[in-house]
């Protein structure tokens, strides 16, 4: 479906006005190929606008008008300003120091919570680690269901408490884990939109209750333009410590990749990667510059 | 926008509240192209741009009515998509909708894959006092599909809800899973599925156009509904999929709970995706 940008690029730089000099123009219509490229992959507007200027100044530096393969220079320039975006190719940890470590899982409806709530205890389980699910979604028809049968699955315990009031939930939660001696307690939410004040509310008294060391905001790769809003908002109320993009098994380009990082400034941690228990990787951020860039 | 002209500054903030919305660089460049020409060939009466764009806009969606009639019940309605896109909570909605038109409704809950996907599903059955034909997890979709028809038949009721397993449209095994399911239903009803439903998550961005396509290919859809419309993301994927596959929209979800789901209006969706106050 898409001509690759690496493609497009060549044949931009192809044009030039002969005795192999690089033109402004030439450079104009290669940020232009980058600008389309990066919209395309979902890149939110107003970030793909700030950074196609700033790669354009780089880009009119000597470096790339007198190198001799200039595309190269070019797509090194746009790399390296999307990995700098990304903070640089880091690895970023869960931080599970504290004892028990609260990691608690966030995000609009359907982003893949749940699901990711049960790979991540089964993550430490399988590092011998003593993990406790929390099932603090009441609202959602047979949410703790689900997180019991996952539960069962991996052989993770999970508490659900009264089933009805997820901030009760939470702080019940708390008490049973320090008995069972659980060292690392993951808490699901039930899915909401950024907009929705008094489940938002919910959400920071569940922080404050815990004060959890990894606030996470589950975020489905597949989402467009509006990921920056509900990021934010999230972001502005919890002051996540992180991302999780899920289902990047599909075929999406994953440009809110971008633009949540470049919004909040916070690292994605952890990708998911399908619908079994193992499907969750670590997330370094080079893999994904081609992935975004069509490459 | 109203006593502007259209000049560079409004075309770019036209531009910007079309690509924000998720409509994709391609369908924009063509709608604006319209608009331009439209505007300055003076083949229209609006003056406002804004409001020229949402006329623009709306002769484009070709819409197609949600299948009421079951005079050659049962009528069958079968729900796919992409994981947590809303597939369940649509077909919940959708059979408050046909009983409120007096219709008997089975759901049939063929994900037989998602931890707690029948017991989801079950939950909705109970809440609408709806049937629902399920199976074990782990069991084959297709065989509840069977199932449910059968009742149906057995019972006369007028519509069967099938809700599938979230799939990505890449994975192809799954993909034709979905296709045995129809073949199912094809081979038991005549005429039937009369909708294959693609249910859409609303923040979707580029991807929804290569997701309809795919779907598209493999069961034919006959169309769309669009969730999560009630928060701040735009939908604009739906108008790029009725515009680039000719596939209409036909229900919009707008919230969680079981009266949340709208027929299709393209005034409406193109007013809320333009900003524009009605
Ligand atoms: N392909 C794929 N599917 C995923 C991935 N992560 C989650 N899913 C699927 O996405 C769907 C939604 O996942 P859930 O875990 O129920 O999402 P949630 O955020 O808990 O949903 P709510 O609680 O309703 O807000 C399910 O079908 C999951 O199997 C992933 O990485 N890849
Ligand atoms: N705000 C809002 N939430 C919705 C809407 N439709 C569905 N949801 C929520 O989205 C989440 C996922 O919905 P499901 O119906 O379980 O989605 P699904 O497509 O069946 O998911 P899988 O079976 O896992 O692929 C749930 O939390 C629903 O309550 C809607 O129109 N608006
Ligand atoms: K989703
Ligand atoms: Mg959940
Ligand atoms: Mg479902």
């Known amino acids: ?295 | 926008f109203s006593g502007r002209t259209l000049d560079e500054d409004t075309l770019e903030e036209l531009e910007e509240i079309l690509i924000m919305s998720d409509m994709g660089v391609d369908v924009v460049e063509k709608i604006l192209e319209e608009l331009k020409d439209k505007y300055h060939n003076k083949i229209t009466d609006q003056e406002d741009p804004l409001l020229i764009l949402r006329d623009i806009m709306v002769s484009h969606l070709s819409t197609s009515p949600l299948i009421l009639d079951t005079s050659n019940a049962p009528l069958v309605v079968l729900l796919v998509g992409v994981n947590g896109s809303g597939k369940t909570t649509t077909a919940a909605k959708l059979a408050k909708i046909y009983m409120n038109y007096g219709k008997d409704v089975v759901l049939a809950a063929a994900d037989t894959f998602r931890a707690a996907a029948i017991e989801q599903l079950k939950e909705w059955g109970n809440r609408l006092n709806a049937t629902v034909i399920a199976h074990q997890k782990g069991s084959d979709p297709a065989a509840v599909v069977f199932d449910a028809i059968s009742h149906a038949k057995a019972k006369s009721k007028d519509v069967i809800i099938i809700d599938t397993a979230g799939r990505l449209h890449t994975k192809s095994n799954l993909m034709d899973e979905l296709k045995k399911i129809k073949r199912v239903v094809q081979r038991e009803i005549e005429g039937a599925p009369q909708e294959i439903l693609l249910v859409l998550d609303g923040t979707t961005g580029q991807n929804g156009i290569i997701q309809a396509k795919a779907f598209k290919e493999a069961i034919d859809i006959t169309g769309v509904a669009i969730t999560k419309l009630d928060g701040t993301a735009k939908g604009g994927i739906a108008f790029a999929i009725n515009h680039e596959l000719n596939i209409p929209i036909k229900l919009v979800g707008l919230g969680e709970k079981e009266d949340d789901l709208q027929i299709f209006d393209p005034v409406k969706y193109c007013n809320a995706l333009l900003g524009i106050e009605e």
């Open chain 1, 1 to 295: 479906m898409f001509e690759s940008l690496q493609k497009k690029l060549s044949g931009v730089f192809k044009n030039l006005s002969g005795k192999g000099k690089l033109t402004e123009k030439n450079i104009k219509d290669a940020v232009r190929e980058v600008k389309l490229a990066l919209l395309e992959a979902d890149v939110h507007y107003k970030v793909v606008k700030e950074f196609v200027e700033k790669v354009k100044e780089e880009a009119l530096g000597e470096k790339v008008l007198e190198s001799l393969t200039p595309d190269q220079e070019f797509i090194r320039i746009v790399r390296d300003s999307l990995i700098e975006i990304m903070g640089g190719n880091k690895n970023n940890k869960i931080n599970i120091s504290k004892n028990p470590a609260f990691i608690m899982l966030t995000g609009l409806q359907g982003s893949g919570k749940t699901t990711t709530a049960a790979k991540l205890a089964n993550k430490y389980k399988k590092k011998g680690r003593n993990p406790l699910l929390v099932a603090a979604d009441t609202y959602r028809p047979a949410a703790i269901d689900q997180l019991i049968q996952l539960g069962q699955d991996i052989g993770v315990p999970v508490f659900s408490g009264d089933k009805k009031d997820a901030v009760k939930i939470t702080e019940d939660s708390k008490k049973y884990a320090q008995r069972n001696l659980h060292d690392i307690v993951i808490i699901d939410t039930a899915g909401r939109l950024h907009i929705d004040e008094i489940m938002m509310k919910e959400l920071e008294e569940i922080k404050n209750i815990l004060e959890p060391e990894e606030i996470l905001m589950v975020v489905d790769a597949m989402v467009g333009q509006d990921a920056v809003n509900s990021a934010k908002e999230f972001n502005d109320k919890l002051d996540l410590t992180g991302f999780i993009i899920t289902k990047l098994d599909g075929d999406s380009r994953g440009g809110v990749i971008i633009s949540i990082q470049y919004i909040t400034n916070k690292p994605v941690k952890l990708v998911g990667v399908g619908e079994k228990i193992d499907d969750l990787e670590e997330f370094y951020p080079e893999r994904y510059v081609g992935r975004i860039l069509g490459m």
